[in-house]
């Protein structure tokens, strides 16, 4: 009866996991190909050479590649979970190893290489500020979103009077941030100067995270072992 409970609790546990990675997935994977193959990207990034092309570039990939790893996991889960296919649950297992050791290897990367993680972010966000302001890019606005609502801060300069990207901005929280927030690439470099330790916490809790539903899905291949499935 107690593993009954347990399998059953980690069905539900990795059916959210499941929905989640399905849903960011094919969002990720959405964003990162609109980004490689929008007219304006190409033009500016992927037919130049430089460091703010090559940051660039190298973000779209990693995009593209997550999303569509995320994808792939969700499809395998899927079949392991929803559908009881043991061999589908046993390689969900692996991908959920990896993508928790990725998380782990970030949160490092992110605190021991501080330097070069905040180096390509602020590679990064410049030239899709660019982009966007001479483009009005769909998808270049939606990424200067996410990453203006991750470090809340309003581009380049943060006075919201002259910037020409005010509008994929996050909202002010009072009087003062409705007239200028933090730039965000001062903002970037100053957040992994002096918290680091913050970054490497939040890679580390979603590696965590991942661990339990890799724990999780072991637990129903044991089940599916001893029932003789």
């Not at 994808?71 to 979970?81: E, F, L």
């Not at 020409?164 to 933090?182: D, G, H, I, W, Y």
């Not at 970037?188 to 330790?197: C, R």
Request: aromatic fraction near 14%; charged fraction near 15%.
């Amino acid at each position: 009866m107690t593993q009954g409970v347990c399998g059953c609790i980690c069905k539900y546990i990795l059916y959210f996991f499941i929905a989640i990675f399905g849903l960011w997935g094919f969002y990720i994977l959405w964003l990162g190909v609109q980004l490689r193959f929008s007219d304006n990207t190409k033009q500016y990034f992927f037919k130049n050479e430089g460091s703010s092309s090559n940051g660039f570039k190298t973000g779209v990939e990693s995009m593209m590649g997550l999303g569509l790893l995320l994808v792939v996991s969700a499809w395998i889960g899927k079949k392991g979970v929803y559908n009881g296919s043991k061999g589908a649950l046993e390689w969900f297992a692996v991908l959920l190893g990896c993508l928790s050791g990725a998380a782990f290897a970030a949160g490092d990367f992110a605190y021991y290489q501080r330097d070069e993680a905040s180096n390509f972010l602020v590679e990064f966000y410049p030239a899709a500020y660019i982009v966007y302001a001479v483009t009005g890019d769909q998808a270049v606005g939606i990424t200067l979103a996410f990453i203006q609502d991750l470090f809340h801060c309003c581009g380049i300069t943060g006075v919201s009077l002259i910037e020409f990207v005010k509008q994929t901005c996050p909202r002010p929280k009072n009087l003062m941030e409705s007239l200028a927030m933090p730039s965000c690439p001062v903002l970037i470099i100053k957040i992994f100067e002096t918290h680091a330790s913050v970054v490497k916490d939040d890679f580390d809790q979603i590696g965590a995270f991942l661990v339990g539903a890799l724990i999780c899905s072991l637990v129903l291949i044991k089940q599916q072992d001893r029932s003789g499935q």
